[in-house]
Every structure is written in C-alpha cells, then in structure tokens.
C-alpha cells in the first residue's frame, strides 16, 4: 500500500502528482509520509490582546470581531477591523483578497493567528489568519499546525503547506483502517527499552501532532530509526571488510625500519604517534585489508607516521605508494620522505602530470618491475597505465579532495589482494561526523604535538589596521624570520583565477611600496602560473632567497618551511574556519613564536565575526572542527557530499548527537548478539534492511 503512485490519493490527481514528482521527488505514499514539517504553528495557545507586544512572534488571539471599515480607494484601498478580548483590543489589516474580508460576520467570536506589527503608529496584524470560532472548535483542542516546505510551481498547484497538509491528512484518512498492515521496522522489545511509539503513530505524531509530548515522542522515534539502520548498515560493511576481505600478512619488522628508528630519526616520537603506529602495526598482521583513517592536526607529525608504515611494507617485500590531491604538496611529500630515507636503499619516485615521454616510460617499466619501492603521485597514479608488480599499502593524504571514484581505482591495483588503506587528514573530525561518513573506518588520532611546538598567536585585524600589520612584518623579517600572505581564492569558472590574480597583483603593489627592493624580495605564486613557474617561486621562498610569498590558497596544504613565522590571511571572512586552521598551520614550525593575523573589512555577517572570534580563541583543530561542523552542518563539510549519507529527514547529527551515540551503541550491541539477526525478535529489523536495501556508499572509502 505505502508504494502505491502518490496520483492515486484523494485531492492528487496526474497533474498535481507531476508536481510532486518534479520538484520534491515525491513519487509513493510512503515518500509523501516522509516529507515532514518543518516546523509547527502552536495553535495549543491563546494570548491576551494587552500582552503583545510589536517584536512578539506569531500570536493566536480569540475574540469579538467588532467593526468592519474600508479605507482608500483604487489600488490604495485597504480593509481594517477592530478586534477585542476581554484584555483590549488591536487592529486587524488587510490590502488583498478584500471582497472576502467583507463576508466576515461583525460581533462573532472569532480565532486570530499572525505576526503583530506596527502600522500608522497602531499595533496591528497584517492579514491575518481568522477562523470562525464554531462550536466543534470550542470542544476539540486546537493543535500544533504542521508547517511544509514547497515550492513557487507547487503553489500555482493549491500546494502550498495547507495544501499539503490536507492531502497528507486524506493520506491518513485512507491507511487508517489498515495501519495494523504497516510492516513494523523495529522489534517490539526495542520500542519498549526506549519508550518510543509504534511507526504509524510515530507518523502521525510527526504529521498533526495534539501536543507538544505526542510530538517529542513521534520526533525522537524517527530520529532515532534514521540514525540505527545507518549505524546497522555501516557497522555491517565494516565487519564484512574486516573478515571479508583478505589482506596482506605483514609480520616482518625489518632492516628498513629499525635502520630508520635507530639511525634517522632525530627526535622522540610522541607517546601519540607510538600509540597510532601500535595500532596501525597491529591491522598490517591479521590478514584482514586495514581500511584505517588518521587524523592529526597540521604539524602533529603523520607524515612520518605514514613513512615508518611504508617501511613495514617494504621490510615485508611490497611495494608502497603514496598519494596527494596536489602536485605542489606531491612534491612536498617526496622531499620530505627522500630526507627521511637518506642512508636506507630504497628507489624513491614521483609520478604526477607533468613527467611525460621517455621519463614516464622509464618509471612506469621500473615500477611494473618491481624495481620501484616508493611511489608518491598526484591522482596520476590511478590511470590505467601505472601498474605495480606487488603493491601492498596506500597513504592517500587530505583523503577528502579525492572522490570515490578515483580512490576505489588505486585499490584494484592488485590482481589478488587488494593493497592495505590508510587514509590521512589534517582536519580533525568531530566525533559524530566520525560515527556516519567514516563510520566504517578504523580510526587512529595524534592528539599530541611535538615538543617545542608552540601555540600560533591569532589576532584579527580590520584594514584601518594595516599599518600595525606591517609593523609587525617588518619586526619578524628583522629576526630573520619570513612571512605568507595568502588571498581568497572564490570560485572557479571560466574566468579561473582572473579577479584572484586581481587581488593578489594589487596587493603586490602595495607590498612594492611598503617593502621596497633591494631591502625585501617577494615571491608570488597563483593559480594561473604554469607549475615550472610555481616551482620555481615556493622554490626561492623555502631556500630563504624571498622573506614574503604572497599567493592564493594554493599554499593551504603541502607547504613546509621552518622558518617562516607569520601567516596574514587577507579578506579572511572569504574563508571557511577549516581552511583558516590549514593555513595557519603553515607556520611556526620552526619551533619559535608564531603569528596568525586575519584581515577583514568593517562589514562582518553574524557567521563572519563568528569564525574570527572561534580562530583567535583556540588552536585546538577538534574544537574547531566542532565549531564548523555547527555552523555549517554536516552536509556542507569537505568529503561528506560525496558520501552520500547524511541526507537525514529528520535527524541533525550535531543536535542530535546524543541519540546518534545511543543508536550507535544498540546496533553494536544487537550485531554482537545477533551478526546476521537470524533471531525471530530481530526479524523486523532484517525485512526492513533487505526492503530498503540499495547501494550504499559508505565511508569515503568504497
């Protein structure tokens, strides 16, 4: 019943069922019911005339309709009426649909619902909602009043949110009778554990709700169904990969790695980074494919991390690849891993767009030989031509710039098994972004930064401010210290990078001026320059030979020199808060002070000042994460669209966060007791996994 064709309801029809389809994808009976409202009118309650106030939200009034007068003529004409309680009266307002206002009835008891305003200096409600207070309406309760989204096309259709609300009540009115048919999604001893409603009636709740607790009820019932066959589904895959799916047996710590260890390494690791290699050691000996997310703040030290993993492929007689979303950050990781291999016989190699003709062959037979320990590459290394003889361990780096697509193609790298998958990312997750579009992942956290890394100082600076700026430039260049200057890169289109060169060549300008040649030399690196060219520039800036690089966001990842200590972030409320904390980690490894300073025009939206405020009061990349996951909603964070998951009806992963770790919590419990839910209590939750059973890409790893 609940898959018939919406055209089959009463008040539908073929037209109004096109409607439908086109612009809310509404197509059964069953996506009608899951089309909820946004929010209610609280008809449950009556407020007298002399409390209102001309900054009061939508208020319902009960009383006398008093007198009906018209005002103006033509175009300008207007209807008003007196209304009155036994507290006052106000003024009732309408410029539209007047031939209608005439048939209402003076000295009738009447229900009022609008926005109070004021009006030629008198509290007034412009076009009401007025409603003949019958006596069937004295002795039913009013409600709290569904309000839906629509569209301007559906409203040429008489769907608008009354509209339909009436075609949702006439659903109900037909599946009433056979509600007991409705297939229940959740065992009945699970709806009695959590005191939640039975699935019609969480439906009705949802839909015409007769109070605020019958609505809470039906709320928490289907948020809570929302995120359990999520968590059911995601905690499924990732068991089926763990014992599914066999991977490459590592057993070996050899003479790579222990060369390294003892010999290379010139610090301490962290007892964080000691834990995430234990960890990571651990998935490389079961057999089973390690499917692992890393995260770890900018300069918490995954790099290396990464690279002592890469050895325990090596030292196990496999090859290893690793893979960056840019060719500048590419270049970066080679650098710093041909550093770190010095003294250990490894064949070291990068593969990335530009490396073409005899040099690409050369590489590609070297690799197809064997010959190759160490590929590091941009998304060059999943075109079909690059064959590796064994490969047995990917890094993919910023994870979240790669789509799905092109990730899955660096695992069917190997004919049998496929290669082990550990995935970085510098932006922390919050933990319940974590439980949905990584949810299937192993994670490891570096929550520990080195020694002697101290806190970047954030300051956010207006432009009547600029000359401090540049008193502050000029004071670290003093110390023989360098310093960035980064511009928003807004979107791309066909004039790609046009008003950002813009931008950047006339802060160039004023740079000149400011911080004349001989004294200063400045490089400038931008989108439109060719990749030689960019080299070339990042090149002078990490030897020293320039103390200001001054470039669009193509240094926010992969940009690594010690001593620059100063990073200025021009029209920063251009940037999102996860990308501020990227670039501000740019500095400051050197392990001196640092200083971030963000630069912004007088003119701040509520968001804007929000995420200065957030840049300057912590350093802290979860916090931060935390702070952007609110602000902008999981939907909208880098990775999670691809996903393709978090397109909840109802549920809100960062309202609702503590009912996401409590369906979490039960899926987990009911798999361990129940993996395949063969028991017959467990029956309702494996006929609705199977009756809604499509293709799900979960996590970013598919």
């Known amino acids: 019943m609940l898959n018939t064709s919406i055209e089959y309801l009463k008040g539908v029809g073929t037209a109004r069922a096109d409607a439908l389809k086109k612009e809310l994808g509404i197509f059964t ?9 946004f929010r209610y009118v609280d008809k449950t309650r009556f407020h007298k005339i002399k409390d209102i106030i001309n900054d009061s939200e939508y208020v319902q009034i009960k009383g006398i309709l008093r007198r009906i007068n018209s005002i103006g003529a033509g175009r300008k004409r207007r209807m008003t009426a007196i209304f009155r309680d036994d507290s006052g009266s106000i003024e009732l307002t309408w410029f539209k649909g007047l031939s209608w206002v005439q048939n209402l009835q003076v000295g009738k008891e009447y229900i009022v619902y609008g926005k109070p305003s004021i009006y030629n200096k008198k509290l007034s409600i412009v076009h009401p909602e007025i409603t003949l207070l019958t006596e069937e309406k004295k002795v039913n309760a009013s409600t709290l009043e569904p309000v839906y989204h629509s569209t301007e096309k559906l409203k040429t259709r008489r769907l608008d949110s009354k509209g339909l609300a009436l075609i949702i009540k006439n659903l109900f009115v037909k599946i009433h009778p056979q509600r007991n048919l409705i297939p229940e999604s959740m065992p009945k001893y699970l709806l009695e554990r959590l005191r939640l409603p039975e699935r019609y009636h969480a439906w009705m709740g949802i839909h015409f709700p007769r109070n605020k607790v019958q609505y809470n009820m039906a709320q928490n019932r289907i948020k809570f169904e929302e995120f359990f066959f999520l968590q059911l589904r995601i905690l499924q895959s990732k068991q089926q990969k763990r014992t599914g799916i066999r991977g490459f047996v590592f057993n070996t710590i050899g003479e790579n790695f222990n060369e390294f260890y003892n010999n290379n390494l010139a610090f301490e690791l962290t007892n964080a980074q000691k834990r995430v290699i234990k960890e990571i050691r651990y998935d490389l000996s079961t057999g089973h494919q390690m499917n692992r997310l890393l995260q770890g ?23 290893t690849a690793l893979m960056a979303p840019t060719e500048i950050l590419a270049q970066q990781h080679f650098n710093s891993i041909l550093e770190m291999a010095k003294g250990l016989d490894l064949k070291i190699e990068i593969l990335t767009g530009t490396i073409k003709g005899k040099k690409r062959k050369a590489l590609l037979e070297s690799l197809e030989t064997g010959e190759i320990d160490i590929l590091i590459g941009t998304h060059a290394l999943i075109e079909d031509p690059v064959i590796f003889k064994n490969l047995g361990l ?24 496929p290669p082990h998958i550990l995935v970085m990312t510098a932006t922390p997750i919050p933990r319940t972004l974590a439980m949905t579009a990584y949810g299937d992942l192993d994670v490891s956290i570096i929550d520990e930064m080195p020694p002697g890394r101290k806190p970047i100082t954030t300051y956010h600076k207006f432009e009547s401010q600029r000359l401090w700026t540049f008193g502050q430039m000029k004071r670290e260049i003093a110390k023989g210290h360098q310093v960035y200057i980064v511009y928003p890169l807004i979107e791309e289109s066909e004039y790609e990078g046009l008003s950002e060169v813009k931008d950047l060549m006339e802060g160039y300008e004023v740079m000149l001026r400011e911080f004349p040649r001989p004294d ?74 640092a200083f971030c300073i963000l630069m912004t025009g007088f003119k701040l939206s509520a968001d804007g000042r929000f995420r200065m405020e957030t840049m300057v009061q912590t350093t802290d990349g979860f916090k931060i994460s935390e702070a ?65 059973q499509k293709t799900h890409g979960f996590g970013l790893i598919s």
């Open 29 to 37: 009976y069953f996506q009608l019911l899951q089309h909820y409202p």
């Open 297 to 319: 703040d900018v300069g918490s030290g995954k790099t290396i991390v990464a690279f002592m993993c890469l050895l325990i492929a090596l030292d196990n007689g496999y090859q």
């Open 394 to 417: 990917v890094v993919v780096d910023e994870q979240h710039r790669f789509g799905v697509v092109q990730r899955s193609k660096m695992w069917r790298k190997n004919v049998t098994n």
């Open 520 to 593: 200063y030399q400045i490089s400038i690196v931008h989108g439109r320059q060719k990749p030689a060219d960019k080299k070339i520039e990042m090149d002078r800036f990490a030897r020293g030979e320039t103390q200001i690089l001054m470039a669009t966001t193509v240094i926010e990842v992969g940009v690594n020199v010690p001593n620059a200590s100063m990073m200025i972030i021009e029209n920063a409320e251009r940037f999102g808060l996860a990308q501020l904390h990227q670039l501000r980690g740019r500095v400051g490894r050197g392990g001196g002070d």
């Open 628 to 692: 952007d996951l609110k602000l902008r909603g999981p939907g909208n964070i880098e990775g999670t669209q691809q996903s393709g998951i978090l397109n909840f009806k109802l549920a809100n992963i960062v309202q609702d966060a503590e009912i996401l770790r409590s369906a979490r919590n039960i899926a987990k419990e009911i798999l361990a007791n129940d993996p395949k839910l063969e028991k017959p209590e467990n029956s309702p939750i494996l006929n609705h996994l199977k009756s809604t």
